[in-house]
């Protein structure tokens, strides 16, 4: 079984600009998950989707943030514009459907550096 | 703030020895933990999860064993191995409404010696 597929893997950037990352989950899953990840620490969930629906976006930076997933499969994360602070990797995650397990399965993610 | 933090950020163990990594959570509603393993450049891997209704399950070579009146778990690993060298973090189902997120804690490095 193919697993959560990220890119671009690295990506670096200078300050105001833009950037865009991509996720295809595991075939199947309802459920998909945007983390972040700043060096040193847990990841921080983003932005949560059920099917094409957002279920949670409390901790999305909305004015620079956004987050889509279009017919309910692939997702893109954009950033504009990037601040020094969005350095980090953005992992992107899926699962069957979350109520019942909190077994998410996890891309290896987008590593962000921000100059 | 975060609701699940560990106690030590590095563990440093001798191959073969057994590892446990300890946890606490805030939320005395809280009843459904996980742990996950990240290797480097990876991302987080499911190890094993405890239910509220339980105080301790056991996977293959792992162990978490949950104390509730201490809002404390903990991840034992049996015979270490320098495999088992990665960042170890607990994390907990946040419920609010019919919705629920997982929430990381911190992590705690393992440190296998040969």
């Known amino acids: 079984e193919a697993g959560v597929a990220q890119s671009p893997r690295y990506k670096i950037i200078e300050k105001r600009q833009s950037v865009a990352f991509w996720c295809n989950p595991i075939?199947?899953?309802?459920?998909l998950y945007w983390y972040q990840q700043i060096l040193g620490q847990g990841p921080k969930l983003l932005i949560q989707?059920?099917?094409?629906?957002?279920?949670?976006d409390s901790q999305l930076p909305k004015d620079r943030f956004s987050a889509e997933r279009l017919k309910g499969v692939d997702s893109t994360l954009k950033i504009q514009p990037a601040k020094l602070e969005d350095s980090a990797v953005y992992l992107c995650?899926?699962?069957?459907?979350?109520?019942?397990?909190?077994?998410?399965?996890f891309g290896e993610g987008s590593r962000l550096t921000v100059l | 703030g975060e609701s699940v933090g560990l106690h030590l950020p590095t563990l440093s163990v001798q191959e073969g020895d057994n590892s446990i990594i300890n946890c606490a959570y805030s939320n005395s509603a809280s009843d459904y933990f996980i742990w996950y393993k990240q290797e480097s450049g990876k991302g987080p891997q499911f190890i094993i999860d405890?239910?509220?209704?339980?105080d301790k399950r056991q996977g293959q070579r792992v162990t978490v064993l949950l104390n509730k009146t201490v809002k404390h778990l903990s991840l034992q690993i049996a015979a270490t191995q320098p495999g088992d060298s990665a960042v170890y973090f607990c994390a907990e189902i946040s419920y609010s409404g019919n919705t629920g997120k997982l929430i990381f804690g911190q992590g705690t490095t393992l440190q296998v010696k040969p």
């Open positions: 989707f059920q099917n094409n629906g957002v279920v949670d």
């Open positions: 405890i239910r509220s209704n339980m």
């Open positions: 075939s199947g899953h309802a459920t």
């Open positions: 995650a899926s699962s069957w459907e979350f109520m019942n397990t909190g077994e998410l399965f």
